[in-house]
């Protein structure tokens, strides 16, 4: 698996998440196809994170863990 990652901002800190692109991904590509998937998945009023990551986890996306630490400004 590739060290590429994409974080997917959130007006809400907690709702920031990062995911781990899969190799086969180019970034401009995984940046238009990520954004396709939030789309297809928001078609659905009541649709969660979870909805959204199944459909990335179907492609090889993958959920990464991660600390958020102090704002910078």
């Given at each position: 698996?590739?060290?590429?990652l994409m974080?997917?901002?959130?007006?809400?800190a907690?709702?920031?998440?990062?995911?781990?692109?899969?190799d086969?991904?180019?970034?401009?590509?995984?940046?238009?196809?990520?954004?396709?998937?939030?789309?297809?998945?928001?078609?659905?009023s009541?649709?969660?994170?979870?909805?959204?990551?199944?459909?990335?986890e179907?492609?090889?996306f993958?959920?990464?863990?991660?600390?958020?630490?102090?704002?910078?400004?």
């Amino acid at each position: 698996m590739s060290n590429n990652l994409m974080v997917l901002p959130a007006n809400e800190a907690a709702n920031i998440r990062l995911i781990q692109i899969p190799d086969d991904f180019e970034q401009h590509e995984a940046y238009r196809y990520v954004t396709g998937l939030i789309a297809k998945a928001e078609e659905n009023s009541d649709y969660t994170w979870d909805d959204i990551l199944d459909l990335l986890e179907e492609r090889g996306f993958e959920s990464v863990e991660f600390v958020l630490g102090p704002s910078l400004d």
